[in-house]
């Protein structure tokens, strides 16, 4: 199979963007081969998006992915709006256990710590959310299942890490502590006094977002550690805290503090780097609209019709610190135009080319909007997940194209314990009546 | 656990991961070369977590003035002569002014790619086609190599074509402002920029699956990352609720809607978020607050009753009055001594000046060449065997020219000059962010 045709089939005169649909439209996904499909991991975390987030990223790619749960099913399972279930299933764990495994198994047994570390046999990857400290207590740690298969990569997720002066202090890890610690809420949001007291305060993202980036940052070590083991034969344990996961994205916050003993604070739709790159009041909703350096400033007074903006802003500096003004101006602007209006105006001067700079603008789209935007559906963003177990769900698809080894998805969820007979067959030639006796021990 | 098991393993954990050590152990990339053609955050950020991990990031700008992020700082302020923005995604680079609108230029440019691994891009889709050394002409040269096109709405598709993004587009486009801040507020932006960010991170993931596609293959591959597509992979449950009750999802303030009780609350010194989602950490909280009764109320005792707003509601309230007769630290002290989790929102101050977070890197402290005592945030993740690590700070446009052309493609002194007088390639503009710091007076460029 090859990516690229003959220069003499013609189709280098085929244009890019027809070329790059071609080589990557994930709809072929399933004709394609698996990246990951020579990997297997065990997902035992507990309560913890940012595990379980590490392991979609790694089943997408095709790895064999096998959760396990307590025989009640993870607390993670409850975690919904309202409490909302679906099935049986909050909504949130609907979206992270795509083409997952699931097992049961009490690590609150001798017996089911026994089994683990027979599991622990069998995979490349083990991830896990437990206080640090205590699988190595249980004796299912990395030092123990490291001797058993020095090829383990393993992958332990807390808030304060492994090690370091805090690492000892009991702390669950949850997304909202996590936002907290990275500092980000701490510069987002309304300054004090803007408005009520309520909302003039550090605000967190509506989203997971910690817990996110502490999974992506978890995908990225195992598959560093992969390489290097597929190098050295050697595996590795990865201490991943999304907090500091989250702090790494802080922009200029630790070395403004380092060069100028200055911390950064909340400017709410402004922004103390870039601007004119703020949200503007519309006729009908919000707009976002960028145009901070000189020339492509210049572009947006064009676009307004201002000229006479660019003499009153004239520098970077000027526009900076006198956001509040421009922002007015702009807002006194785009009060009698909808997004769509101010879309167009900015498209046609781009695509036409009328002027200088680059102009970039949006409109502030609810979730519902979002999904009426046929862009994300041609290019399979989110998606209609066919799922035997829990009907018609629609999904946020992996956020990649990519021509040889696409993502995917192929199935949703798995109720709890579904896959034990599969599984422990397989990885433990476990028959039926061993299960039984399992189940009756309250082990699975 | 007993005490002194768990002292005898976070011994040993200090000493497997210790932040002295990490510089005599071996790195994960070791050998793979990264190609950074790149501006602003997105792109510079995706080969920079590869960097972190060991990888070799050549930068190529155009020079003189090179990445628009040299200009894009706190409040335009320079610090010797540098931005304070360039910083935090351009560590130990070799950086590289080449002038690809120069036939001489785009040669180089493809005589580098062809020597490496992986490449990384962030021009508006299909730019870098037309200029002859897009995906289609390197991976003819090099068939191993792994692309990586970085862009706002992606390759193909309507949004695709002509439209220009930022990481606060993505943030627009998404959905994640919408769901973001308090009802009945003008919409905010994240405080840093979180699309550009997360981008880079799903981009470099991405880059290393190819990576292993290509340890058992031996094949490169294209990879279209789009930014706006990041982020709505993060919106958690947002599409799902959608997809099964119609219902839509708007800001919810400073709480935690699926877990409870999770929230940032006001006290006395600042912020603190608590959160005790399971019940034997809500236990705890409910002593903590001298509330034991309420661990026990029905309308509290499980996480589901929690979750129903008219039990949720009042709930909060109580744990908001209690916070606000308190110190940061002690709420703190209060969730280790109890069980659940409390923390403060830290300021840049909190982070900069935290023991802890210094001990394990993710504050990093070094010494650069050029610019002296450095205090940033460090590599996110701790790899016992292969440590990430942070080696030098970004330099000024076309800093290592001669050593990557000597270094990579064989130039000599004399060829470089040319080039260098034709302008194919080029240093720093004599302007703040481009330049070295004044007190620079020529010497090794290391």
Redesign the interface.
Known sequence: MS??PPASDGR?GV???????D??DPAKAHDK?E??D?LRVLDVSS?N?AALFTSS?LAE?GAEVIRVEPPTGD?AR???????T?RGT???Y??EARNKRHVTLNLHTEQGRLLLVRLARHVDVLIESEL???M??WGI?Y?QLSVLNPGLIYLAVS???????????????????D????????????PEGE?????S?????????GW??GG??????V??????R???G????????P???E??????????????Q???E????L????FP???I?TKDS???V?G??DINFTGLTNIMGRPDLKERFA???DR??KARELHQELERWSADLTAEDILHRF?DY??HKRGPG???????????E??A????W??G??Q?VDDPDYG??????????????P?RIKWACRPVGADNEHIYLKLLGLGKGDLQALRTAGVI | MAEREAQEYFQWTAALFDRARVFDKPEALRGIRVLELTTLVLGPTTADFLGELGAEVIKVELPPGGDTMRYVTPEATYWKNASLGFYPENHSKCHVGIDLHAEDGKALFRQLASRSDILVENFRAGTLDTWGIGYRQMQQGNPRLIYVADSGFGQWGPFSQGRASYDAVAQTVSGTIAITGFTGRPPILCGIFIGDWFGGLMAATAALVALHHRDRTGEGQLIDFAQSEGLIRTLDWTWVRLGLTGRDRGPAGNRDEALVPAEIFPCRDGYVAVAAARDAEFTGLCQAMGEPALASDPRFATLPARQKPEHMNPLLDTIRAWAGTLARAEIEAAGARHGFAATRVATARDKHDDAHLRARGSVWQYEDPLYGEMVEQGPAVKLSETPARIKWAAKPVGWHNHDVLMRLLGLSPSHIKDLEERKVVGQWADRNGARPPADWSGGPRI
């Open positions: 990516d690229s280098h244009p890019w963007p027809q070329f790059a649909k080589l990557s081969p990246a990951l020579d309560g998006f990223i790619f607390v409850l975690y919904s709006p309202e409490g909302v679906h909050g909504l949130a609907l979206v640090p400290g205590q190595d207590a740690g030092r808030t304060h890490g492994q090690f370091g002066p805090r690492a000892a202090q009991v702390m669950p890890d949850y997304d909202i502590t936002q907290a610690l990275s500092g980000v809420p701490y510069v987002t949001g309304e408005g009520p007291a309520e909302s305060a550090p605000t967190k993202q509506g989203n997971w977002i996110y980036v992506g940052f978890g995908a990225l070590s598959l560093a550690a992969l390489h290097w597929v190098v050295s050697r595996g590795q344990f990865l201490d991943l805290t907090s500091e996961a702090m790494r994205f802080s922009d200029a916050g630790v070395i403004w503090y380092h060069a100028a200055r911390i950064q909340r400017v709410g739709g922004h103390i780097q870039v790159y703020t949200l009041k919000y707009s976002f960028a901070f350096s520098t970077t500096k900076i610190l498209q781009m695509v680059t102009v970039a603008t949006a409109r502030l789209n609810r979730p519902e979002v999904l935007e046929p862009h994300w041609e290019r963003v989110l209609k018609e769900l629609l999904l946020q698809a992996p956020p990649w194209k990519m021509s040889r080894t993502p």
